[in-house]
């Protein structure tokens, strides 16, 4: 048995260079081009909401009394000054949709941040603690799943009042138990591992453990169900702006520039189309990103 | 006194009716510096032993013991953080699985320091550098190439004997004075295995910590150990310094483990085996729990559980406990039936 340690000089060669989890994650990520497309397009809707003031011809709120109801500049009777026409009051429409971008992103960010570190604190407390904390917090999910997602936030809006900012707090809400399940169940799976284990060997106590150990290993799923949550949440937004029950006029929230507009469907197509369009794309994208996403962080799903 | 002194530890899984027995009656000292093996199948109670000892057998588990002390110190009557204190720096232990046991999200350098910022010296805990140097250190005292490279390593990056290198340096960084190696080469190779042996027993002895051997393999408890135990279903069945136990193994149990050995198979077209399986939840025998195994067992084997019996340092428990020969003795004569014979 003794002898064996000599012959462990060999074998000094070293690591052969690995590719940083970035630079791999980044491989698998562009594999798909659904995902790149995604990713670009997300890209391009935060750059129109971080620079809407440069890039946006006219102000979200200036009314054009003389032109209302242009219709987009390629079709006839259209204006050059208004590319997408203009809305029953006369704003131009392609500006309100700029400055939509800033809230939906907005609304997306937070309401996903709101409900992602809640989630994670109570998914976090129901795996580690289990016992009748995690019944209680896991039954008062199963309720609130229970509950038709947008119907849950009309409620928690017809508490709350209408308005943006209550908008945000209801979606939060009603995306959070996604969130915990899905902590939960990644928890209870890397609480039984041995490193867990040895690190409470270590004398690592219960916050450590769970936010420290345990967290880290958890957060693949958590990041691609943020992905795909950030665009439920601009769906959700533009849902209860278009029930009147989010922005309120004349914020230019795209839910709402569709209620606003629903009376001219018929006769001016161009002031639903493009909200609708701009909800389709956005909330694509973030789709589009959110599968690329699990695709390359999911181990087993890849090839 | 002592290093570790377990006395009647009782382990018990499920219901308080109908209890999972998965430890019964243990006893349990470890001197300063001593070499304990502690051999048996799965599912015999070893590795419940010494996660009980080290004060993490997880609710719905019970622990109970007439005395669970670790250098002179009651852990019975210690609270949780003050358990943590002492565990993690005097106590130290190793898994089975290496690469399991690594947390995958850092690398080496962090899990290495980690520990040091908690248990570490005055000195450690306040530099970053010093931490740095010491982890470093550690790292080449367990002869892992490069270490200087390795640091920044991931787990997944290193091999299994690479990975239960760097376990035991994150175990040895507090200079345990107990050190516990529950399978330590169960999932490495045979040649990572003797190199990975024997650089836990240079450990333990350049340091003179005990260690705490927990395997089913018993040629490493026979290269390695001072004493051994030797448990079956969660009780133990025999103990006694290494040398002689596996030259004249008192209780049959014992005898048929070693008997199974491919050394003492040779020229045999079949290993020779234990018939039947460890005793479970609902069949557990109230007499001696191995009767229904035994070669030799007798009418008073299935009705009486035999106890722990012996001189002090060479105990075994059966009614019958066998002789240098191999034979059973205190009158043991078979009922009836024709003996069985050896082979």
Not at chain 1, 1 to 13: A, H, K, N, P, Y
Request: aromatic letters at 6%.
């Amino acid at each position: 048995m003794i002898e064996v340690e000599e012959t462990l000089e060999i074998g000094l060669e070293p690591i052969p260079r690995v590719d940083g989890p970035l630079t791999e994650f980044w491989r698998a990520y562009a594999q798909n081009r659904g995902a790149l497309l995604g990713l670009s397009l997300a890209a391009a809707l935060l750059l129109l909401a971080i620079f809407a003031g440069v890039i946006a011809p006219h102000s979200p709120y200036e009314q054009f009394r003389e032109a209302t109801l242009t219709p987009p500049a390629w079709q006839a009777g259209g204006d050059p000054r208004f590319m997408l026409g203009t809305d029953p009051v006369g704003r131009d429409i392609l500006s309100r949709l700029i400055y939509g971008t800033r809230l939906s992103l907005l609304i997306g960010l937070i309401s996903v941040a709101i409900s992602l570190s809640l989630g994670i604190v109570l998914g976090m407390i129901a795996g580690y603690i289990r016992g009748w904390t995690e019944t209680a917090i896991m039954r008062l999910m199963d309720v609130m799943l229970a509950l038709p997602s947008l119907l849950l936030a009309i409620a928690v809006v017809a508490i709350l009042g209408p308005g943006l900012i209550n908008a945000m707090y209801a979606i939060a809400i009603v995306l959070l138990p996604h969130y915990v399940r899905l902590t939960r169940a990644a928890v209870i799976a890397e609480a039984g591992r041995e490193y867990v284990q040895s690190s409470r060997i270590a004398g690592a106590g219960a916050t450590r453990l769970m936010f420290s150990t345990i967290l880290p290993n958890c957060l693949a799923p958590l990041i691609v169900q943020a992905t795909l949550g950030f665009s439920s949440a601009i769906l959700d937004a533009a849902a209860l702006g278009f029930l009147g029950l989010g922005a309120q006029p004349p914020t230019p929230e795209w839910g709402s520039m569709l209620a606003d507009a629903l009376e001219f469907i018929q006769r001016a197509s161009w002031v639903v189309t493009f909200p609708g369009l701009a909800i389709l794309a956005t909330v694509l994208a973030f789709n589009l990103m959110g599968d690329g996403l699990r695709d390359a962080l999911d181990p087993k799903l890849k090839r | 006194m002592s290093l570790v002194e377990v006395a009647d530890l009782r382990v018990e899984f499920g219901v308080a009716s109908a209890p999972i027995v998965a430890v019964d009656g243990v006893d349990l000292t470890i001197e300063a510096g001593e070499v304990v093996g502690c051999v048996g199948e799965s599912g015999s109670g070893k590795s419940v032993t010494a996660l009980a000892l080290m004060g993490l057998v997880e609710f719905p588990g019970r622990v109970r013991a007439r005395r669970l002390a670790f250098a002179g110190r009651d852990l019975m009557g210690l609270s949780e953080s003050e358990h943590r204190k002492l565990v993690g720096k005097e106590i130290a232990m190793i898994f089975q699985d290496p690469l399991a046991s690594l947390n995958p999200c850092y690398t080496v350098a962090f899990q290495l320091t980690e520990t040091l910022r908690i248990h570490g010296t005055d000195a450690e805990r306040a530099s970053a550098k010093l931490r740095r140097a010491r982890a470093l250190e550690l790292l080449r005292q367990v002869e892992i190439p490069d270490a200087e490279a390795r640091l920044a390593a991931f787990p997944h990056q290193l091999s299994g004997g690479m990975a239960q290198r760097v376990m035991i340096a994150m175990a040895i960084a507090c200079n345990p004075k107990l050190l516990i190696a529950d399978e330590p080469t169960t999932a490495l190779d045979v040649t990572v295995q003797a190199q990975v042996l024997a650089l836990l027993l240079r450990l333990q002895r350049e340091r003179a910590m005990a260690l705490l051997l927990i395997t089913h393999d018993l040629a490493v408890v026979a290269e390695t150990a001072q004493r051994v135990l030797v448990m079956y279903a969660g009780q133990v069945v025999e103990t006694g310094p290494v040398p002689r136990i596996f030259d004249a193994p008192r209780h049959p149990y014992t005898q048929a483990l070693l008997a199974a050995l491919p050394e003492h198979n040779v020229g045999r077209t079949r290993l020779k085996a234990i018939r039947g399986v460890v005793p479970g939840a609902l069949d557990r025998p109230r007499a001696c729990l191995l009767h229904p195994r035994c070669e030799y067992a007798l009418e008073r084997c299935r009705m009486e559980r035999p106890a722990l019996e012996g001189a002090e340092t060479r105990e075994a428990r059966c009614h019958f406990p066998l002789d240098p020969d191999g034979r059973p003795t205190r009158g043991w004569a078979p009922e009836g039936l024709p003996c069985r014979a050896n082979g």
